[in-house]
């Protein structure tokens, strides 16, 4: 069976203002990886997927990396066109279709939660060699404890009227 590239199934919707949905999966008979039982396939893909991205002029903020390289190269490159010079990435989790697509954003501030970014540490080798592979494994690169508050921020000069929209990382 011929599989569709990764992320050439992927939607882009807009949930709300300066918010971007990269959604993916939920696609009847189509397997993207291989017809091998593997995480991408059998879980994510099945499910279906969403890596959100607050944006405000030339700033994002960026809500997990998505199932692949892939899907991430997406994210990124949709944003640069929009604008975006700075980017921030939030891990919710370490589930492997929440970081797959870190390496695309490894020259960009990855933040997780302490207890994220340890369950990484420790799984490392075997999400590095899952099927199908996340390798290398880019780490979050700041860590927090309990909550985070982030803004996202037009600055006066790319503004009229400066706006911001905030977003609050929480681990449990």
């Known amino acids: 069976m011929a599989r569709p590239f990764l992320a050439s199934t992927m ?3 807009r949930p709300a ?3 971007l949905g990269f959604y993916d999966g939920r696609v009847d008979g189509v397997r993207i990886w291989s017809d091998e039982p593997n995480w991408l396939d059998d879980g994510a893909y099945t499910l279906g997927i969403c890596t959100y991205a607050i944006v405000d002029g030339s700033q994002a903020l960026v809500y997990d990396t998505h199932i692949s390289l ?3 190269r997406f994210i990124r490159r949709t944003l640069e066109e ?7 990435v939030v891990l919710s989790h370490w589930h492997n279709d929440h970081i797959a697509g870190n390496e695309v954003f490894k020259d960009c501030e990855i933040i997780a939660n ?3 970014a340890a369950a990484l540490e420790r799984g490392r080798a075997g999400i590095e060699s899952g099927n199908p592979p996340i390798k290398p494994l880019v780490l979050p690169n700041r860590m927090f404890e309990g909550s985070l508050s982030l803004m996202v921020e037009r600055s006066p000069s790319n503004s009229a009227r400066s706006k911001s929209t905030a977003m609050t990382a ?3």
């Open 82 to 88: 929009m604008g975006v010079t700075s980017t921030r």
């Open 170 to 172: 929480w681990c449990c």
């Open 11 to 13: 939607r882009l919707v």
């Open 114 to 116: 302490r207890l994220t």
């Open 70 to 72: 892939p899907h991430a």
């Open 17 to 19: 203002p300066n918010v």
